[in-house]
């Protein structure tokens, strides 16, 4: 895993054509929104088709920032090779409800090109990734 920012870690995963990466800590919007930028480049350089994103440090995302990631970031996404976004979420059932709100934002703009999936574990998150047809272990 590189650190690249003191608040986010990015892992290339070659061999499974996937991102991972880690929020580290808390952010502010403007690093949520860099770090997701930083993100959308390394998707478009290295066409993943998978990405796992842990999300355990952060809080719940404002209005403001979640209706920037369907319109600035899921907007540039579409037009990658990503075909899948696992959310893995801390326990907490407001970021729960949002990451299910952004997901259901990102559907009726976009469609489903991108299935996107919130979990509670890791391990479910990953294996839905190498089994996308099955959601049974999403949230």
């Known amino acids: 895993m590189k650190q690249v920012k003191d608040y986010l870690s990015v892992e290339l995963e070659d061999g499974q054509r996937r991102v991972v990466s880690r929020w580290l800590r808390p952010v502010e919007s403007a690093e949520l929104r860099e770090g997701l930028l930083l993100l959308q480049h390394l998707t478009e350089e290295h066409q993943p088709v998978s990405w796992l994103m842990e999300t355990h440090h952060l809080t719940p995302l404002p209005l403001e920032d979640q209706n920037w990631v369907v319109e600035s970031l899921a907007s540039r996404l579409v037009d990658t090779s990503l075909l899948q976004v696992a959310l893995v979420l801390p326990n907490d059932a407001t970021l729960h409800l949002v990451g299910d709100r952004i997901k259901q934002k ?34």
């Open 106 to 139: 990102i559907y009726t703009a976009f469609g489903q090109k991108i299935q996107v999936e919130c979990f509670s574990r890791r391990d479910h998150a990953l294996f839905w990734l190498s089994n996308p047809e099955d959601s049974s272990l999403s949230l």
